[in-house]
C-alpha cells in the first residue's frame, strides 16, 4: 500500500514552447527602426526555434555537462584539445547557421548589424558560454580583412554559415573561430606590461614565447594575441596549426573553474615558440587588438541584454502562475511594482543596445562613428552593471527555487557578472568614456545632437540633460567623477531613446524613477502614478502559452 505524502500544486510549468521574438514587443520595434525589417521573418523563425523545450535543454547541458581539457593522449602526447557535450555542438551549429559569428561580413547589407544584434539578443538567452567564440570571431573580421594574406587565405571559410569543430589545418575546415589573447598574470587592463615575447622567424613569421592568463575559447582556429616585438606590443595572428602542417605549441595549462560561463572553455596557455604573423602594424598591437574589442563590447552590451530579457521573461511567466496568499503573485501590488521596474529596465537596455547596433551600420557617418566610439564602453559599463542587479532580483521572484541549479534564473545570475568584467572591466570603461570625449570635441556634440530630438517632452529629462552638459564641460577630478558621468550619460540616452520611440507612459516612468529623483534605486520603488498595466503588458507577450493568467 502507498502513503502519499503530498500532492505537488502550485508549482509553475517551464517557460517554453513560446516565440522569444515575438514575445518581445521592444525588440520587434528597435529592429524596424534600426532599419532592418528584411530580418523579421529570419528572427521569428529563430525565437521558435529558441523557444523550444530542446533548445533551453541544450542550454542546460552545456553548462551542466561543461568543457573538459584534454592536455595528452594515452600515450603521454600533447593533444591541447577540449571535449564539450553535444548540446554546445548543437549550440555552435545552430548559431554558424544563423550567421550570428559573421553574417555581417559575409553578407553585407543596410541594417545587418542591426538584425544581427537582435539575433544576439535572442541567441544568449537561452545559453550564454557559446556567445564567446561567436562575438570573438565576428570583432576579429574587420581586421583580418585589411591583411592580403589572411584574407586570402582565412576569410573565405570564416565568412561561411558553417560550424566545424574538428582539430585538424584550416585549409581542410568548412568554418572556422577566432580568439583572443591579451591577458597576462600581472596585468589585463594595462596590457602595456605583457611580457609574451615575439622574435623574426624567416620573411613572413614570427616565433611567440610566453603565457596567457585567460585565453578563451581556445580550441578555435586562431587567436590574436598581443606580445612584444622590437618595436613594441604588437598583434599576431597565432593559428592552431602552424603553415608547415604542424600542431603550433599553444599548450593548454587549465582550464579556469569559472562562477559561470560554465559551458565555455576559458584557458591559461603557454606559447613555447608558437609560430605567429603579425597582424597590423609592428608596435601598434593595442589598437589592432582593440578594434576587435570595440565589437566583443557591443556583444557584451547585447548579451547582457538578452540575459536581462530572459530573466525578465522568467519571473513575469511564474508571477503569472504562482499564488500567494490566495491570489496569483502578478495580481499583487508589490510584486507588480517589482515586475514592472525590472520591465522598464529592459525597455530601456534593449533601446540602447539596439541603437548601438545601429551606429556600427552607420561605417562611414562621422557623428555615428563618435556616438558609437562614446556609448561602447559607456553602454557596457552601465547595462552590465545594471544586468546584475537585475538578475538577482528576477531570482528572488522565484523563491527558493530561483536559486536552484538547473533552473535558468540561477544560471543568469551566475553569467551576469561576466560582460562587466571581460572585455575591460567597469573602471577601465569610465576612462574609456572620458578617452572618447576629450579625443574628439564632435563627440560631444554628436552626443547632445542624439539628445535633441527628445528635449521638451518631459521636464526631468530636460533638467538632466542640463546637468549633465555642465558635467561634461567640467575638468575638475573628471577620473573620480567618471562613472558618474558615464551613469548620467546613459541614462539621458536611454531616456531620449524612450521618449521618441515607447509608449508615452513608459517613457513617463523612466524619466519619473531615474531622472526624476522619485526612485529608491533598488527594483519595486516605482512611483503610485506608473502605468504599471503597460509595462507588464508588453513584458512578455506569450497569447496564451501555459493557459497563461494575469496580466
Ligand atoms: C571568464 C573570463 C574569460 C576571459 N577570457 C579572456 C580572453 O579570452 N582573452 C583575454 O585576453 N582575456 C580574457 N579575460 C580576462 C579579462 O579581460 C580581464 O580579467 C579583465 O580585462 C581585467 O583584467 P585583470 O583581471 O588583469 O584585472 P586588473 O587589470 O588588475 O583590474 C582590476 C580592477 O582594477 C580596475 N582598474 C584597472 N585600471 C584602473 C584604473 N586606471 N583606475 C581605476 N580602476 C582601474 C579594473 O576595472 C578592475 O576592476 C577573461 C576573463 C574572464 C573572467
Known amino acids: 500500500m502507498r502513503w502519499p505524502t503530498h500532492a505537488v500544486t502550485n508549482q509553475v510549468p517551464p517557460l517554453q514552447d513560446y516565440n522569444l521574438f515575438v514575445a518581445d514587443p521592444a525588440l520587434r520595434e528597435a529592429l524596424l527602426?534600426?532599419?532592418?525589417?528584411?530580418?523579421?521573418?529570419?528572427?521569428?523563425?529563430?525565437?521558435?526555434?529558441?523557444?523550444?523545450?530542446?533548445?533551453?535543454?541544450?542550454?542546460?547541458?552545456?553548462?551542466?555537462?561543461?568543457?573538459?581539457?584534454?592536455?595528452?593522449?594515452?600515450?603521454?602526447?600533447?593533444?591541447?584539445?577540449?571535449?564539450?557535450?553535444?548540446?554546445?555542438?548543437?549550440?555552435?551549429?545552430?548559431?554558424?547557421?544563423?550567421?550570428?559569428?559573421?553574417?555581417?561580413?559575409?553578407?553585407?547589407?543596410?541594417?545587418?548589424?542591426?538584425?544581427?544584434?537582435?539575433?544576439?539578443i535572442l541567441q544568449t538567452q537561452i545559453e550564454a558560454g557559446t556567445m564567446c567564440p561567436t562575438t570573438m570571431t565576428y570583432g576579429a573580421i574587420p581586421a583580418l580583412s585589411r591583411d592580403p594574406l589572411l584574407a586570402r587565405d582565412w576569410l573565405p571559410t570564416l565568412l561561411r554559415a558553417d560550424y566545424d569543430p574538428s582539430d585538424q589545418p584550416f585549409a581542410h575546415k568548412?568554418?572556422?573561430?577566432?580568439?583572443?589573447?591579451?591577458?597576462?598574470?600581472?596585468?589585463?587592463?594595462?596590457?602595456?606590461?605583457?611580457?609574451?615575447?615575439?622574435?623574426?622567424?624567416?620573411?613572413?613569421?614570427?616565433?611567440?614565447?610566453?603565457?596567457?592568463?585567460?585565453?578563451?575559447?581556445?580550441?578555435?582556429?586562431?587567436?590574436?594575441?598581443?606580445?612584444?616585438?622590437?618595436?613594441?606590443?604588437?598583434?599576431?595572428f597565432v593559428p592552431r596549426w602552424a603553415p608547415d602542417g604542424s600542431k603550433n605549441?599553444?599548450?593548454?595549462?587549465?582550464?579556469?573553474?569559472?562562477?559561470?560561463?560554465?559551458?565555455?572553455?576559458?584557458?591559461?596557455?603557454?606559447?613555447?615558440?608558437?609560430?605567429?604573423?603579425?597582424?597590423?602594424?609592428?608596435?601598434?598591437?593595442?589598437?589592432?587588438?582593440?578594434?576587435?574589442?570595440?565589437?566583443?563590447?557591443?556583444?557584451?552590451?547585447?548579451?547582457?541584454?538578452?540575459?536581462?530579457?530572459?530573466?525578465?521573461?522568467?519571473?513575469v511567466h511564474h508571477a503569472r502562475h504562482r499564488q500567494a496568499f490566495g491570489a496569483a503573485l502578478i495580481d499583487q501590488p508589490l510584486m507588480r511594482n517589482v515586475l514592472a521596474d525590472m520591465a522598464l529596465e529592459v525597455e530601456a537596455a534593449i533601446a540602447l543596445a539596439m541603437r548601438l547596433a545601429q551606429a556600427f551600420d552607420a561605417q562611414h557617418d562621422e557623428a555615428q562613428l563618435l556616438l558609437r566610439r562614446l556609448l561602447t564602453p559607456a553602454g557596457k559599463f552601465r547595462?552590465?552593471?545594471?544586468?546584475?542587479?537585475?538578475?538577482?532580483?528576477?531570482?528572488?521572484?522565484?523563491?527558493?527555487?530561483?536559486?536552484?541549479e538547473d533552473d535558468v534564473q540561477a544560471r543568469i545570475y551566475r553569467e551576469m557578472p561576466v560582460n562587466s568584467i571581460w572585455e575591460g572591466s567597469?573602471?577601465?570603461?569610465?576612462?574609456?568614456?572620458?578617452?572618447?570625449?576629450?579625443?574628439?570635441?564632435r563627440t560631444t556634440d554628436a552626443l547632445m545632437a542624439e539628445l535633441a530630438p527628445a528635449q521638451g517632452r518631459n521636464p526631468h529629462f530636460d533638467a538632466h540633460v542640463r546637468h549633465l552638459s555642465t558635467a561634461l564641460r567640467n575638468p575638475d577630478d573628471v577620473q573620480s567623477r567618471a562613472r558618474a558621468l558615464t551613469h548620467d550619460l546613459v541614462l539621458a540616452v536611454?531616456?531620449?531613446?524612450?521618449?521618441?520611440?515607447?509608449?508615452?507612459?513608459?517613457?513617463?516612468a523612466f524619466c519619473a524613477s531615474r531622472l526624476g529623483g522619485q526612485?529608491?534605486?533598488?527594483?519595486?520603488?516605482?512611483?503610485?502614478?506608473?502605468?504599471?498595466?503597460?509595462?507588464?503588458?508588453?513584458?512578455?507577450?506569450?497569447?496564451?502559452?501555459?493557459?497563461e493568467c494575469g496580466t
Open 33 to 120: 527602426r534600426g532599419g532592418a525589417a528584411w530580418a523579421q521573418d529570419g528572427l521569428a523563425q529563430q525565437g521558435q526555434e529558441l523557444g523550444t523545450a530542446s533548445c533551453f535543454e541544450q542550454g542546460r547541458l552545456a553548462n551542466r555537462f561543461g568543457p573538459e581539457l584534454q592536455a595528452f593522449d594515452a600515450r603521454g602526447f600533447r593533444r591541447d584539445q577540449i571535449a564539450f557535450h553535444p548540446a554546445w555542438h548543437a549550440l555552435m551549429a545552430d548559431i554558424a547557421r544563423r550567421g550570428l559569428h559573421t553574417g555581417p561580413w559575409a553578407q553585407p547589407r543596410p541594417g545587418a548589424h542591426v538584425a544581427r544584434a537582435a539575433g544576439f
Open 519 to 547: 526612485w529608491g534605486g533598488g527594483f519595486g520603488t516605482l512611483p503610485q502614478t506608473t502605468d504599471f498595466d503597460t509595462l507588464l503588458g508588453r513584458a512578455l507577450q506569450t497569447n496564451g502559452l501555459n493557459s
Open 383 to 404: 547595462i552590465c552593471k545594471r544586468g546584475a542587479e537585475l538578475a538577482a532580483e528576477a531570482m528572488e521572484v522565484l523563491g527558493g527555487n530561483g536559486y536552484v
Open 426 to 441: 567597469g573602471n577601465v570603461m569610465c576612462l574609456d568614456v572620458l578617452r572618447a570625449l576629450g579625443k574628439n570635441p
Open 249 to 315: 605549441p599553444v599548450l593548454i595549462q587549465r582550464l579556469k573553474d569559472k562562477l559561470g560561463n560554465r559551458s565555455n572553455a576559458s584557458a591559461e596557455v603557454e606559447f613555447q615558440g608558437a609560430w605567429g604573423h603579425l597582424l597590423g602594424e609592428e608596435g601598434r598591437g593595442i589598437p589592432t587588438i582593440l578594434e576587435m574589442g570595440t565589437y566583443t563590447r557591443l556583444d557584451c552590451v547585447l548579451g547582457t541584454t538578452g540575459l536581462m530579457r530572459q530573466a525578465l521573461s522568467q519571473a
Open 494 to 508: 536611454q531616456a531620449a531613446l524612450l521618449l521618441q520611440h515607447a509608449p508615452a507612459s513608459i517613457a513617463q
Open 174 to 236: 568548412r568554418g572556422g573561430l577566432i580568439g583572443m589573447g591579451m591577458t597576462e598574470k600581472q596585468g589585463g587592463s594595462d596590457l602595456r606590461t605583457n611580457t609574451t615575447q615575439a622574435v623574426r622567424d624567416g620573411a613572413d613569421g614570427w616565433r611567440l614565447t610566453g603565457h596567457k592568463w585567460f585565453f578563451s575559447a581556445p580550441q578555435c582556429d586562431a587567436h590574436l594575441v598581443l606580445a612584444q616585438a622590437p618595436l613594441g606590443l604588437s598583434c599576431f
